[in-house]
């Protein structure tokens, strides 16, 4: 068995500029081959029987579950990643100005990562047995290469710390001086993140790996259908009146059976709202001597209380039934807490 293999390159330049700024910029990539991920060896052959590859394995008598029985998962060296990235970082040194002493850094980077899995314990949503077989002809075997769950298009930051200029003895250096002021900005696009089916499409016993069709691509991309029994047009709107059909050619994604097609919604194609964060920190340091002295220092993280939303996107499966999921692409679910001040004392001797 192959072991996880690496390549990574790199081509970068610095150079100076005036008043003191350097300027870094870089290109990097890598890629990556044999990474584990899980892939059933024993993959449902018949949809509508439940039969698998070697029905021996499947020991149950309830035809009903056949489907999820039988499974045979291994753990394969047969993932790929790819990696690039256009990388810019500005700085400027901790010196002096007629305001005080400024330090002054801020990076850029516009990077693209690509896998067919992220998760060694995801599965895809085609059993890689099946790529093989006659009833899996018709779709790349590439199906699941998408953006990766750790993919992030845009991510930038600045960072300033500041020690105001001010008397250094007497009262007015007591009061006026030792202050120092810094703050962080953070800001990155949102989580990619996948629609889900929410019917087991290729029988594979898994729910999470598999993904809707696309009915109407002009349609809005909050607008689904789900199978019904009872419409004439097959499809319901899962986010209308119980029993309220709807006509697929007028929704973006439908609840799809069978096997992935060309019409099959890729992996992480939608991404979540963007992240911003700005953490702020003051500090005051009371000197008394030499070698003893007083600071107070306050942190505030997440100091503009902003609502930053995580990837656990609610009602991102196309059939909602018994998920207890909310509306379809409802953004309800945050990455991180509200405003924390913390409040510290420390002396020194």
């Not at 149950?60 to 060296?77: D, K, M, N, W, Y």
């Not at 089916?197 to 898994?206: A, I, L, M, P, T």
């Not at 003893?292 to 902003?306: H, I, K």
Request: aromatic letters at 10%; charged letters at 15%.
């Amino acid at each position: 068995i192959a072991s996880p293999d690496t390549q990574r390159w790199s081509l970068g330049f610095q150079r100076e500029l005036p008043y003191g700024m350097i300027i870094d910029s870089s290109y990097v990539g890598s890629v990556s081959h044999h990474l584990y991920q899980t892939l059933d060896l024993n993959p449902v052959v018949n949809l509508a029987t439940g039969d698998r590859l070697h029905p021996e394995l499947q020991t149950s008598l309830v035809p009903s579950i056949r489907i999820g029985q039988g499974i045979r998962t291994v753990r394969a060296a047969s993932a790929n990643s790819n990696y690039e990235a256009l990388q810019f970082n500005v700085r400027r040194g901790f010196k002096s100005t007629p305001l005080g002493a400024v330090q002054l850094v801020g990076s850029y980077t516009y990077a693209h990562y690509l896998d067919n899995i992220s998760d060694v314990f995801g599965f895809d949503a085609t059993p890689s047995a099946l790529q093989s077989v006659p009833q899996a002809l018709g779709f790349s075997p590439r199906i699941d290469y998408g953006n990766s769950d750790f993919d992030r298009r845009h991510v930038g930051a600045i960072g300033l710390l500041w020690t105001p200029r001010a008397p250094t003895a007497g009262l007015m250096g007591s009061l006026a001086g030792g202050w120092t002021l810094s703050a962080v900005s953070h800001w990155s696009t949102g989580f990619p993140y996948t629609v889900q089916n929410g019917f087991d499409r290729n029988g594979d016993g898994q729910l999470g790996p598999d993904r809707p069709d696309i009915s109407n691509p002009l349609a809005p991309l909050n607008t689904r259908a789900s199978f019904s029994a009872t419409c004439a047009t097959g499809f319901t709107n899962p986010d209308g009146l119980p029993g309220n059909c709807v006509d697929p050619s007028t929704v973006h994604f439908v609840e799809g059976a069978g096997l992935p097609n060309a019409r099959t919604v890729g992996r992480n194609t939608l991404f979540a709202p963007g992240l911003d964060n700005v953490d702020f920190s003051i500090a005051k340091r009371f000197k008394f001597t030499e070698k003893s002295g007083f600071e107070l220092r306050m942190d505030m993280f997440n100091a503009l209380n902003t609502i930053n939303f995580g990837n656990n996107v609610a009602g991102r499966t196309i059939d909602p039934s018994g998920t207890g999921q909310g509306a379809f692409g409802d953004f309800t679910q945050t990455d991180s807490f509200g405003r924390t001040v913390r409040i510290r004392a420390k002396f020194e001797f």
